[in-house]
């Protein structure tokens, strides 16, 4: 009887917004060791996708590490080399053990450190260069808003992207993934990765997959797996516009075990469409006010104020107070807005429910929104923020499990308008996170989201509108706003004299 499939698997996830000052320090990652790898099985994370194909094949499981970040600021690059001596060790000791016979890794695709603008990229390229493991099959999954690049593709064999956004299908990815590398190991077979970088950056308000031109592209992709045996998957990349980094924007990539002249080819025909699209990945917003106008006078809700400027999908603080002022300006009451500021909930920890005091609120972690707002807060509840989701296929399960905390936590009301302040910022792509605190998301007649696209699968259905609004802040749609230095040109909107191949 042949012996099992030995594979090492690890991950490393860090969405990096360069734009913001902070720097995100390895102890803002939660991260795992050997064995507590395993712990992800059932937790609806990609990690728990390749746990269940590895279970199906009977593959014995080498776990080395799991870092994992909230997106944020420029990632310090001791981080990133404390992940790499984890898992250079982890790999040389597996092959000191005995055959290994793959690599699968869960990762974002869009890190960059204080000292690299392509981690992923450095660490594909530092695993090809290990002795033992210059020929390994290496297979993973990414996410659809990373910044694929050259050294990705050409140092791994087979990495798989999301394709939708919301990212309900994240896991789904993984397995997608898992898979392909036991049609490796079992056909034998190495397949390459090419990789086209389009001159396009689009904000993330333009890559909801529901939508065009994101839409138009997955569905070419499909139809180009469909027509060609020797492809075996096709990546759509919505890109990271919040990366002053050269391969920033939209891209393609495609696992093959065919010709590069055909996959070339293949790569040229999902860039012109997109070239041809391109105007359509930059959405209008409304402007604040008017929005407000038209929710002030509407029947029923709740009414969904979408922020993405102050996105913390995207790596945004999640403190700016703008729709705050804005509900408290048009005198909306009945509604709800989370904002994450820590010295506001520890200014409140003596505070009897029931109480109110005058505090300062938000506007701390960037200088690009509308700075802090004094309200005078009533005391209406507090926890220790922890809460679990409703949605085990929700962007938030994906990259974090099923259980999120959000630190100690304090619910005020000023005004009739229920303010969430969390310790750690928590993305709204779950409706367990304002239930956990006793506030009822039907019952409000509007609700400030720091988003994009991916509190669409929360939020959506139970919306009785929807207006996402253009407000300053660190992940504005403006794309031209952004001081890029590193980014290739020409590369539309930036340069409007972006050109075709």
Not at 165 to 187: F, G, K, T
Not at 189 to 203: D, E, G, L, S
Not at 231 to 237: C, D, G, K, S, T
Not at 419 to 429: E, G, Y
């Amino acid at each position: 009887m042949s012996r099992p499939r030995r594979v090492l698997l690890a991950g490393l996830f860090h969405e990096t917004h360069t734009f913001v000052d902070e720097i995100t320090r390895i102890e803002d990652f939660t991260i795992l060791h050997g064995a507590e790898v395993l712990g992800r099985q059932g937790d609806g994370s990609t990690i728990d996708g390749f746990l269940q194909v590895a279970a199906e094949e009977g593959w014995d499981v080498v776990p080395v590490a799991d870092y994992a970040a909230l997106p944020s600021g420029t990632a310090d690059h001791a981080a990133f080399e404390a992940f790499w001596d984890e898992l250079q060790a982890g790999l040389r000791r597996a092959l000191a053990e005995g055959e290994l016979d793959a690599i699968w890794l869960a990762l974002h695709g869009a890190m960059v450190t204080t000292e690299i603008v392509d981690a992923e990229g450095e660490l594909l390229a530092r695993l090809r260069r290990e002795p033992g493991a210059e020929h390994l099959p290496i297979f993973g999954v990414f996410d659809l808003h990373a910044t694929f690049t050259a050294a990705m593709a050409q140092n791994a064999n087979g990495l798989v992207a999301y394709r939708e956004n919301p990212h309900i299908d994240a896991r789904d990815a993984a397995v997608r993934s898992a898979r392909l590398l036991a049609r490796a190991l079992r056909e034998v077979a190495a397949p390459a990765m090419h990789v086209r970088n389009a001159p396009i950056i689009w904000p993330p308000t333009g890559t909801g997959t529901a939508d065009r031109p994101m839409r138009d592209l997955e569905a070419l992709a499909r139809e180009i797996e469909a027509e060609d045996p020797e492809i075996w998957a096709v990546n759509v990349i919505g890109g990271y516009s919040f990366s002053d980094v050269p391969d920033a924007g939209v891209a393609f990539s495609l696992i093959t075990t065919g010709s590069a002249e055909r996959a070339e080819a293949l790569l040229d025909r999902l860039e012109t469409l997109a070239i041809s699209l391109r105007e359509l990945g930059l959405p209008a917003e409304w402007p604040l006010d008017a929005a407000l106008e038209k929710i002030k006078n509407a029947p029923g809700g709740p009414y969904i104020v979408v922020e993405p400027s102050d996105n913390i999908g995207a790596g945004s603080p999640g403190d700016d107070t703008a729709v705050l002022r804005g509900f408290l300006r048009h005198g909306i009451t009945n509604a709800a807005v989370a904002i994450a500021d820590a010295a506001a909930v520890r200014s409140l920890a003596d505070a009897a429910i029931g109480e109110t005091r005058t505090i300062s609120v938000g506007g701390k972690g960037s200088h690009l929104g509308a700075g802090p707002l004094e309200i005078d807060a009533v005391v209406v509840s507090r926890s220790d923020g922890a809460f679990t989701l409703e949605d085990r296929n929700s962007h938030l399960a994906a990259a974090q499990g099923i259980h999120f905390s959000m630190g100690p936590s304090v619910v005020v009301r000023v005004a009739g308008v229920l303010v969430l302040l969390t310790s750690r910022k928590t993305p709204p792509f779950d409706l367990g996170q304002l239930r956990s605190q006793g506030i009822i998301p039907e019952s409000l007649s509007a609700i400030g989201v720091k988003a994009a696209v991916a509190h669409r699968r929360a939020y959506d259905p139970i919306a009785a509108g929807s207006f996402t609004v253009a407000t300053p802040g660190p992940c504005t749609s403006v794309l031209t706003s952004l001081p890029y230095r590193r980014l290739r040109q020409p590369v539309f909107p930036i340069s409007q004299t972006s050109s075709t191949r």
